[in-house]
Nanobody, 124 residues
Framework: QSQLVESGGGLAQPGRSLRLSCKGS????????VGWFRQAPGKEREGVLC????????NSRDTVKGRFSVSRDKAKNTVYLDISSLKPEDTAIYYC?????????????????WGQGTQVTVSS
């Protein structure tokens, strides 16, 4: 049974950095577009960033958007979300999601496989 397991959340101070991990179990994440989403209390789930699949000559590239970046470690079958300059509004449950396609999709409904989520709390 394929699973996604997130880790790396916790309590962090504003301005610090945090790395979240999404490890594939029973599935090679190379063949999947992997997205990161977050959901704050009382708010809808929103997309953070995504990385395309890494298949043969169609290689995914590390993706950076402002304070967020996504990367892959193929050897560890893991996708990372790095967040820098943390802000209190980054407080949320962060989820990774995977879908067996090359290109990322913005909508969370486009993803079949989801991790259990990891809580990130930014507070001084």
């Amino acid at each position: 049974q394929s699973q996604l397991v997130e880790s790396g959340g916790g309590l962090a101070q504003p301005g610090r950095s945090l790395r979240l991990s999404c490890k594939g179990s029973g599935v090679s994440l190379d063949n999947f577009a992997v997205g990161w989403f977050r959901q704050a209390p009382g708010k809808e789930r929103e997309g953070v960033l995504c990385i395309n699949a890494d298949v043969g000559s169609l290689n995914s590239r590390d993706t950076v958007k402002g304070r967020f970046s996504v990367s892959r470690d193929k050897a560890k079958n893991t996708v990372y979300l790095d967040i820098s300059s943390l802000k209190p509004e980054d407080t949320a449950i962060y989820y990774c999601a995977a879908e067996r396609r090359f290109f990322c999709q913005d909508s969370p409904t486009s993803y079949e496989h989801w991790g259990q989520g990891t809580q990130v709390t930014v507070s001084s």
